[in-house]
């Protein structure tokens, strides 16, 4: 079946720097991508969303780029501190449908001070 | 509002037991989704609900089942659990404008 994936599954960065942590996805047909943080021992926390109507949307910190051509999606985070520490996933919800999302593996991110 | 809460937040159970994972929500959503996590992997789809009285299977359903008599609560059922169900179990409702609530997770062990 088709899936959400991510090219790296752990990423290491020094407090400060811009971080970027990348996921592809198979299903054309997903009109809805999320991006989600999970802390160790919690549940996941929504961080931004981004519709397939558009490529770029920016939140507090947090930037996610969705190129619907490869299918490929990046979330940015600027000045990491390490707050951010914390599994990384992206989700879609393919045909529309928030209450069944499809998770990928996830990527570690580490901050160090 | 308490959002959404999952009881309880550990268990061990043996071979063959049954139990009830308890999920509720005070949002008045009317979307709840049942997800297991397992080590190093994404949430995976178990089971769904549109509303009270209709549920749906998502990617994992084998082993489980649920109920929605009510919007509030969507309890998840493991009927004879198996080694293979060990995971972090996690409840989450969507309310119509798409946003998604998780709940804190319930950890499951069967030995």
């Known amino acids: 079946g088709e899936s959400v994936g991510l090219h790296l599954p752990t990423l290491s960065v020094q407090e400060g720097d811009n971080s970027i942590i990348n996921c592809a996805y198979s299903?054309?047909?997903?009109?809805?991508f999320i991006w989600y943080k999970q802390e160790s021992g919690k549940g996941p926390q929504f961080i931004i969303d981004i519709r397939s109507n558009m490529d770029k949307r920016q939140g507090q910190r947090v930037t996610v780029l969705l190129n619907k051509t490869v299918k490929h999606l990046s979330l940015q985070i600027a000045a990491t501190q390490p707050g951010d520490s914390a599994v990384y996933f992206c989700a879609e919800n393919s045909g529309g449908s928030n209450y069944k999302l499809t998770f990928g593996k996830g990527t570690l991110l580490t901050v160090n001070p | 509002n308490a959002g959404v809460t999952q009881t309880p937040k550990f268990q061990v159970l043996k071979t063959g037991q049954s139990m009830t994972l308890q999920c509720a929500q005070d949002m008045n959503h009317e979307y709840m989704s049942w997800y297991r996590q397992d080590p190093g992997m994404g949430l995976r789809l178990i089971h769904y609900s549109v509303g009270a009285g209709i549920t749906d299977q998502g990617e994992v359903p084998n082993g489980y089942n649920v109920s929605r008599s009510t919007t509030e609560d969507f309890p998840l059922r493991l009927l004879s659990a198996a080694p293979s169900q060990t995971s972090v179990y996690f409840c989450a409702s969507t309310d119509t404008s798409g946003d998604v609530c998780f709940g804190p997770g319930t950890r499951l062990t069967v030995t």
């Open positions: 299903n054309s047909a997903s009109d809805y």
